[in-house]
């Protein structure tokens, strides 16, 4: 069945039972009876059996309704059924289904219960998990419900089930009472009270005040433990089994309605003779005789043990609840309060029953606690929130605020430990995250003043106000000489330009007994804490740098060295105003993190600074000094990688050889260690010496070293480009020059024409170098015409992440060509800075300009230097 028609079946039904109800017309009457004695007293007994009814089931709404040609609320607690008084058609409410067939409704989910599941009332929202009992008035007519219901789904107990069918009866008993009350107000009231009482259940009673005689019916000596013959009679029975407690009040209240010839109402203990107790709640009236004076009081009982012992389960579970638990009436006083509350608020409940909430805790007003409470009065919705309260409870509280009995009612437990701890572990996290960006910034750099710059953007405003970060130069002068401030933080940018200043002047300025000097001799974190004209003359001597420093407004400062392997890199200075008040310990066992990691990450920078610079050294005496043949003009560059300080593998060669042609030599030994280098010296000098004892071409010549890398164990991979410039009588008649290389697996050569035009020579290469003996290897031949430019280089000036081969040559060729008509050597500089600006990998580069022979020298050239020359310098 689909949904439509499932809603069509259940308004059926609805209507159906409306009927049902409807057409029965002595209960219909006796509805009507009942509706009209309850609405013209205003009984509150039914407001009672409401609220007990949702106390005793722990639900947030319940309430008594009577159904007569539409349904009335004559009792009701919580936000679901609507004050005392509401009217809604029978098709509307669910209780009409009760009432229609007499007997109870338990559901868990009313949504989902195919019973209820389309009922307009589910349908409207907001009830979800119900029970009813039918209430049965006289002639076993079910006249109205009592109903319990919650906005959650929820299974009941058979004891909740049976304490409603109690409260039900009760219920009905009551409204039988206001039923006869209002009928028979004349003077038959008495007969027709006990008449009526008989059929509801009730006991009667009737005190002739003439003769002193005392009238009971069988319902009320069965519940005081009489019979016929055990009953005397007089107000003395009725006194005798009275428990001592009860006796005084109940004897005022018969006193005050005789004396006023007005209404009874008490609610006692009867002792039984078998010791069982059994509470009673009497009404009744004091009545007139002709001369205006009292000569008889009649009334009703009802017993209600149930009732009371339904109200002592609840105090006993309140009493035994861990949780707080305290009932504020609509005055704010405190009503109830449980052991637990008095245990958790510090104070004995006697001090608390009685006083208003916002004059025994003052601190709630205008507190979360305070706006909570009105919410819940004021709209009938709980409410559950956390909030502090200060001294002395100095606690968080996690809070279920409810409406009952008219007031509100709280259940509370103190949550202070958990918020502590989850405060502990965002603390933590927050450490943690601090620690990791204080990591992440320092692993991007191995600059000293970038990475400090870096360190004090994370430590503020994340742990300070203001930060100074200091580095300590090598050597032995004093430390006044070697402490410079290079980076500096301000939370608030408006003082920037004061630091800025500051930062300028005040490492000059400060004193031998500064924190800073104190920090520097020990070795250890200084802290001070103090405030203004104080602070700034502790730290400084008077002038610009200390009025600058009161500007900044310091309240609290810690100095911490920050130490390298065995001593001190430098400082961290961090400052804290007013508002954010001194450094805690976590913050100071943070900041002792930060600076064990700065340390390390100095230490690092400045280890890797000076490798940095003996590598270069190294790198650079394993490179050749090169020669200047006539009309020819050679210019090398080698840039080591901008990270690390390991030695690469590139170099670059050239020299004369026998035949009177310019060896030109690039090449790469893989691998960013020191046996690439050794590699590499390995394979240079071999190669510098073949070539020069053999008279070969190219080709033959990287054979030959194929066969002395492998007889040697220079067992390194290896690529290369060999050259000749050659010159035979008839090109240099024409001015020309041939180039004759072979490529073992390198970047092909770039030729910068005459007129500008960059062509990549990229001829078929060959196998790398020392891979296997006796592979086949090729030369390759171009004309040189004059003032072309060679260009041999290594993949350091070509390569990038990301990026294939073919697009980094393109870009080398175009870039060339923009570079052309430049000299030389400013040539391959430009070229270095456009392309490898911060290579990740070593650039080594040989280039070679061709000069016309018909003419000097050019100045841009230098002068020739040949081998001899080359040994001079030597």
């Not at 009860?246 to 010839?261: F, G, K, M, N, W």
């Not at 430590?459 to 580095?471: G, K, N, Q, R």
């Not at 990691?597 to 000094?625: F, I, K, P």
């Not at 005459?754 to 086949?776: N, Q």
Request: hydrophobic share 45%; charged share 25%.
């Amino acid at each position: 069945m689909d949904a439509a028609a499932r809603g069509t079946g259940d308004v059926d039904q609805d209507a159906q039972a409306a009927r049902t109800a409807v057409a029965d017309a002595r209960r219909t009457e006796s509805a009507r009876r009942l509706l009209a004695a309850a609405t013209s007293r205003g009984d509150a007994a039914l407001q009672v059996v409401a609220a007990l009814a949702a106390r005793l089931l722990r639900a947030p709404s319940a309430e008594v309704c009577l159904l007569t040609d539409e349904r009335v609320v004559v009792g009701a607690v919580g936000p679901g059924p609507g004050p005392a008084g509401t009217r809604t058609s029978l098709e509307a409410a669910l209780c009409t289904r009760v009432v229609a067939r007499g007997e109870e409704l338990v559901v868990t989910d009313a949504v989902h219960d195919p019973r209820t599941a389309d009922a307009e009332a589910v349908r409207a929202g907001g009830l979800v998990a119900y029970v009813a009992v039918p209430l049965v008035g006289d002639a076993g007519h079910a006249v109205g419900a009592v109903c319990v219901h919650g906005p959650e789904p929820r299974v009941w107990t058979g004891a909740e089930v049976e304490a409603l069918r109690e409260l039900a009866a009760a219920a009905a008993g009551q409204c039988e009472v206001a039923r006869l009350d209002h009928q028979y107000a004349d003077a038959e009231r008495s007969d027709l009270l006990a008449t009526a009482a008989e059929a509801a259940g009730l006991g009667t009673f009737r005190w002739d005040l003439r003769d002193g005689s005392l009238h009971w019916d069988a319902a009320l000596l069965e519940a005081f433990g009489y019979d016929e013959q055990s009953f005397g009679g007089t107000i003395d029975a009725f006194d005798a089994r009275l428990h001592p407690a009860d006796l005084p009040p109940v004897r005022v209240a018969l006193s005050e309605a005789i004396a006023a010839c007005g209404v009874y109402e008490a609610e006692f203990r009867v002792v039984r003779p078998d010791g069982t107790t059994r509470w009673i709640s009497a009404r009744g009236r004091a009545l007139p005789g002709p001369g205006g004076e009292a000569e008889q009081v009649v009334g009703v009982t009802t017993d209600t043990t149930a009732l009371r012992v339904g109200e002592e389960r609840v105090r006993e579970i309140l009493e035994g609840m861990s949780v707080g638990y305290f009932r504020l009436d609509a005055d704010w006083r405190f009503s109830y309060v449980n052991t637990a509350a008095e245990r958790i608020l510090g104070a004995p409940r006697d001090r608390l029953l009685g006083e208003v909430v916002w004059e025994a805790f003052p601190a709630a007003v205008g507190s979360t606690f305070e706006s909570s409470y009105r919410g819940v009065a004021a709209t009938g919705e709980p409410a559950v929130f956390d909030a502090y309260y200060p001294a002395p409870l100095d606690a968080w509280f996690e809070v279920r605020a409810v409406p009952e009995d008219g007031g509100v009612a709280a259940y509370f437990t103190d949550v202070t430990a958990r918020r502590r701890a989850l405060e502990a572990t965002e603390r933590a996290q927050r450490r943690s995250a601090l620690l990791a960006g204080v990591a992440g910034v320092l692993a991007e750099t191995l600059d000293p003043v970038a990475a400090l710059e870096a360190v004090v953007g994370v430590l503020v405003p994340e742990l300070a106000d203001l930060a100074v970060a200091s580095l300590l130069d090598d050597g032995h002068g004093p430390w006044e000489h070697r402490l410079r401030d290079v980076a500096g933080r301000d939370a608030d940018p408006a003082r920037s330009d004061d630091l800025e200043q500051y930062l300028r002047l005040r490492v000059p300025a400060l004193t031998r007994t500064s924190p800073v000097a104190r920090a520097l001799s020990t070795g250890r974190p200084v802290t001070v804490v103090q405030a203004g004209e104080q602070a700034a003359g502790d730290l400084l001597d008077a002038g610009p740098a200390h009025e600058l420093l009161q500007r900044l407004a310091p309240h609290a400062t810690v100095v911490l060295p920050v130490r390298g392997r065995g001593h001190t890199r430098g400082l961290l200075t961090l400052v804290n105003r007013a508002e954010r008040g001194t450094f805690s310990p976590d913050d100071l066992g943070t900041l002792a993190d930060v600076v064990s990691q700065v340390g390390l990450a100095l230490d690092n920078a400045h280890l890797n600074a000076t490798r940095r610079t003996l590598v270069e050294e190294l790198q650079r005496s394993l490179l050749t000094a090169l020669p200047e043949p006539d009309h020819l003009h050679l210019v090398a560059r080698y840039v080591p990688a901008t990270r690390g300080a390991q030695i690469g593998g590139d170099w670059y060669d050239a020299f004369l050889v026998r035949d009177g042609s310019t060896c030109l030599v690039i090449g790469d030994v893989a691998g960013h260690d020191l046996r690439a280098a050794v590699a590499m010296a390995q394979v240079r000098n071999v190669l510098r010496g073949g070539a020069h004892a053999v008279v070969e071409p190219p080709a033959i010549i990287l054979g030959s070293l194929d066969l002395a890398m492998h007889d040697l164990a220079i067992g390194s991979l290896t690529t290369a480009v060999l050259a000749k410039v050659e010159q035979t009588p008839e090109l240099a008649a024409a001015g020309r020059r041939r180039l004759r290389w072979s490529n073992a697996g390198h970047l092909p050569p770039l030729l910068v024409h005459p007129d500008g035009r960059a062509e990549l020579l990229a001829r078929p290469s060959d196998i790398l170098l020392g891979l296997v003996t006796g592979a086949d290897r090729h030369d390759h031949v171009a004309e040189l015409d004059p003032g072309s430019l060679l260009l041999l280089y290594t993949d350091g000036l070509v390569e990038r992440r990301g990026e294939g081969l073919t697009q980094g040559l393109e870009r080398l060729r175009t870039t060339a060509e923009g570079l052309a008509g430049l000299p030389t050597g400013e040539f391959c500089d430009r070229l270095i800075a456009a392309l490898a600006p911060d290579a990740q990998d070593d650039v080594a580069l040989l280039a070679v300009r061709l000069h016309p022979e018909d003419q000097e020298r050019p100045a841009e050239a230098g002068p020739r230097v040949l081998p001899a020359d080359l040994r001079a310098e030597g």
